[in-house]
Protein backbone atom coordinates (compact mmCIF):
# COMPACT_ATOMS: atom_id res chain seq x y z
CA UNK A 1 0.00 0.00 0.00
CA UNK A 2 2.61 2.21 0.38
CA UNK A 3 3.44 1.51 -3.13
CA UNK A 4 0.27 2.69 -3.91
CA UNK A 5 0.21 5.45 -1.81
CA UNK A 6 3.36 6.55 -3.18
CA UNK A 7 2.49 6.20 -6.51
CA UNK A 8 -1.15 8.32 -5.77
CA UNK A 9 1.21 10.96 -4.07
CA UNK A 10 3.21 11.18 -6.82
CA UNK A 11 -0.22 10.89 -9.12
CA UNK A 12 -1.11 13.66 -7.02
CA UNK A 13 1.75 15.81 -7.40
CA UNK A 14 1.70 15.35 -11.08
CA UNK A 15 -2.06 16.14 -11.52
CA UNK A 16 -1.35 19.16 -9.10
CA UNK A 17 1.43 20.29 -10.88
CA UNK A 18 -0.84 19.88 -14.19
CA UNK A 19 -3.68 21.64 -12.63
CA UNK A 20 -1.43 24.60 -11.57
CA UNK A 21 0.31 24.61 -15.29
CA UNK A 22 -3.58 24.25 -16.64
CA UNK A 23 -4.16 27.16 -14.34
CA UNK A 24 -0.92 28.63 -15.14
CA UNK A 25 -2.09 28.51 -18.81
CA UNK A 26 -5.66 29.76 -18.06
CA UNK A 27 -4.31 32.36 -16.54
CA UNK A 28 -2.09 33.34 -19.18
CA UNK A 29 -4.67 32.74 -21.74
CA UNK A 30 -6.80 34.57 -20.22
CA UNK A 31 -4.35 37.51 -19.63
CA UNK A 32 -3.81 37.06 -23.69
CA UNK A 33 -7.80 37.06 -24.54
CA UNK A 34 -7.82 40.05 -22.51
CA UNK A 35 -4.72 42.09 -24.12
CA UNK A 36 -6.07 40.38 -27.34
CA UNK A 37 -9.49 42.19 -26.70
CA UNK A 38 -8.07 45.55 -25.57
CA UNK A 39 -6.20 45.07 -28.80
CA UNK A 40 -8.90 43.98 -30.91
CA UNK A 41 -10.92 47.43 -29.47
CA UNK A 42 -8.07 49.78 -29.92
CA UNK A 43 -8.35 48.50 -33.74
CA UNK A 44 -11.94 49.01 -33.85
CA UNK A 45 -11.18 52.33 -31.80
CA UNK A 46 -9.04 53.09 -34.40
CA UNK A 47 -10.61 51.96 -37.67
CA UNK A 48 -13.48 54.25 -36.56
CA UNK A 49 -11.05 56.71 -36.20
CA UNK A 50 -9.74 56.03 -39.60
CA UNK A 51 -13.74 56.06 -41.05
CA UNK A 52 -14.23 59.09 -39.51
CA UNK A 53 -11.02 60.61 -40.91
CA UNK A 54 -11.90 59.29 -44.33
CA UNK A 55 -15.34 60.60 -44.12
CA UNK A 56 -14.52 64.42 -42.70
CA UNK A 57 -12.16 64.00 -45.64
CA UNK A 58 -14.00 62.98 -47.95
CA UNK A 59 -16.69 65.93 -46.83
CA UNK A 60 -13.70 68.26 -47.36
CA UNK A 61 -13.00 66.89 -50.97
CA UNK A 62 -16.73 67.25 -52.09
CA UNK A 63 -16.88 70.70 -50.40
CA UNK A 64 -13.54 71.15 -52.38
CA UNK A 65 -15.03 70.08 -55.36
CA UNK A 66 -17.72 72.04 -55.08
CA UNK A 67 -15.91 75.17 -54.48
CA UNK A 68 -13.81 74.11 -57.68
CA UNK A 69 -17.03 74.08 -59.44
CA UNK A 70 -18.78 77.20 -58.00
CA UNK A 71 -15.78 78.99 -58.82
CA UNK A 72 -15.68 77.47 -62.24
CA UNK A 73 -18.89 78.78 -63.15
CA UNK A 74 -17.88 81.91 -61.75
CA UNK A 75 -15.05 82.04 -63.66
CA UNK A 76 -17.27 81.30 -66.63
CA UNK A 77 -19.67 83.56 -65.75
CA UNK A 78 -17.05 86.25 -65.33
CA UNK A 79 -15.53 85.65 -68.69
CA UNK A 80 -18.26 86.01 -70.52
CA UNK A 81 -18.98 89.11 -68.58
CA UNK A 82 -15.49 90.52 -69.59
CA UNK A 83 -16.05 90.10 -72.94
CA UNK A 84 -19.50 92.03 -72.96
CA UNK A 85 -17.93 94.42 -71.12
CA UNK A 86 -14.40 94.24 -73.77
CA UNK A 87 -17.55 94.50 -76.29
CA UNK A 88 -19.17 97.28 -74.76
CA UNK A 89 -15.66 99.58 -74.04
CA UNK A 90 -14.73 98.88 -77.92
CA UNK A 91 -18.02 99.86 -79.35
CA UNK A 92 -17.77 102.77 -76.74
CA UNK A 93 -13.80 103.56 -78.36
CA UNK A 94 -15.19 103.68 -81.44
CA UNK A 95 -18.08 106.34 -80.56
CA UNK A 96 -15.42 108.48 -78.74
CA UNK A 97 -12.85 108.22 -81.92
CA UNK A 98 -15.72 109.07 -84.31
CA UNK A 99 -16.40 112.38 -81.45
CA UNK A 100 -12.73 113.46 -81.86
CA UNK A 101 -12.91 112.84 -85.67
CA UNK A 102 -16.08 114.86 -85.69
CA UNK A 103 -14.89 117.22 -83.30
CA UNK A 104 -11.44 117.50 -85.24
CA UNK A 105 -13.23 118.11 -88.35
CA UNK A 106 -15.68 120.91 -86.50
CA UNK A 107 -12.11 122.24 -85.53
CA UNK A 108 -10.54 122.08 -88.63
CA UNK A 109 -13.85 123.86 -90.43
CA UNK A 110 -13.82 126.15 -87.81
CA UNK A 111 -9.85 126.89 -88.44
CA UNK A 112 -10.66 127.40 -91.87
CA UNK A 113 -14.13 129.91 -91.36
CA UNK A 114 -11.61 131.94 -88.86
CA UNK A 115 -8.81 132.34 -92.13
CA UNK A 116 -11.93 133.18 -94.01
CA UNK A 117 -13.20 135.44 -91.30
CA UNK A 118 -9.72 136.92 -90.27
CA UNK A 119 -9.23 137.47 -94.04
CA UNK A 120 -12.72 139.15 -94.65
CA UNK A 121 -11.63 141.58 -91.67
CA UNK A 122 -7.97 141.69 -93.07
CA UNK A 123 -9.83 143.44 -96.47
CA UNK A 124 -12.41 145.19 -94.14
CA UNK A 125 -9.53 146.10 -92.61
CA UNK A 126 -7.57 147.26 -95.85
CA UNK A 127 -10.72 149.04 -97.60
CA UNK A 128 -11.08 150.98 -93.94
CA UNK A 129 -7.82 151.98 -93.88
CA UNK A 130 -8.10 152.50 -98.19
CA UNK A 131 -11.02 155.06 -97.13
CA UNK A 132 -9.35 156.85 -94.69
CA UNK A 133 -6.28 157.16 -96.60
CA UNK A 134 -8.73 158.76 -99.70
CA UNK A 135 -10.07 160.85 -97.10
CA UNK A 136 -6.92 161.89 -95.50
CA UNK A 137 -5.89 163.07 -99.50
CA UNK A 138 -9.63 164.39 -99.59
CA UNK A 139 -8.29 167.35 -97.01
CA UNK A 140 -5.39 167.44 -98.76
CA UNK A 141 -7.39 167.89 -102.10
CA UNK A 142 -11.09 169.72 -102.05
CA UNK A 143 -11.96 168.16 -105.24
CA UNK A 144 -14.89 165.99 -103.48
CA UNK A 145 -15.47 168.23 -100.67
CA UNK A 146 -19.34 169.27 -99.70
CA UNK A 147 -20.50 171.75 -97.89
CA UNK A 148 -21.08 169.78 -94.62
CA UNK A 149 -17.36 168.74 -94.91
CA UNK A 150 -16.11 172.31 -94.74
CA UNK A 151 -15.16 173.34 -90.95
CA UNK A 152 -16.24 176.73 -90.08
CA UNK A 153 -13.58 179.52 -89.32
CA UNK A 154 -13.36 183.35 -89.48
CA UNK A 155 -12.09 183.77 -92.98
CA UNK A 156 -14.72 180.84 -93.67
CA UNK A 157 -15.54 182.90 -97.18
CA UNK A 158 -11.78 182.96 -98.43
CA UNK A 159 -11.58 179.53 -97.64
CA UNK A 160 -14.65 178.75 -99.32
CA UNK A 161 -13.71 180.69 -102.44
CA UNK A 162 -10.01 179.43 -102.50
CA UNK A 163 -11.07 175.95 -102.11
CA UNK A 164 -14.08 176.18 -105.39
CA UNK A 165 -11.46 178.12 -107.50
CA UNK A 166 -9.39 174.86 -107.01
CA UNK A 167 -12.26 172.10 -107.18
CA UNK A 168 -13.04 173.71 -110.65
CA UNK A 169 -9.87 173.35 -111.98
CA UNK A 170 -9.74 169.86 -110.96
CA UNK A 171 -13.05 169.01 -111.34
CA UNK A 172 -14.25 171.14 -114.12
CA UNK A 173 -17.81 168.69 -114.60
CA UNK A 174 -19.17 169.27 -111.04
CA UNK A 175 -20.43 172.48 -110.69
CA UNK A 176 -20.12 173.77 -106.83
CA UNK A 177 -21.75 177.34 -107.27
CA UNK A 178 -24.72 176.27 -105.60
CA UNK A 179 -22.90 175.42 -102.85
CA UNK A 180 -21.11 178.66 -102.66
CA UNK A 181 -23.58 181.58 -102.29
CA UNK A 182 -24.90 179.28 -98.73
CA UNK A 183 -21.42 179.00 -97.57
CA UNK A 184 -20.70 182.77 -98.12
CA UNK A 185 -23.48 184.26 -96.82
CA UNK A 186 -23.03 182.53 -93.20
Not at 35 to 45: E, F, H, P, S, T
Amino acid sequence: MQKKMEKTGVEKSDLTTKIEELDLFNDTSDKELKQLNRKKQDAMVEDNILKLETKRLRDLLYNKADSVLSLEKQRLWLQAVMSEREEELKLHREMICKQVRLAEQEQQALRLHRMKSSSVRRTIWMLKSARQRRRSRLWRTPCMWSTAAIPLTRNHSTIWRSQVDVMRCRCPSTSYVSDVPSAATT
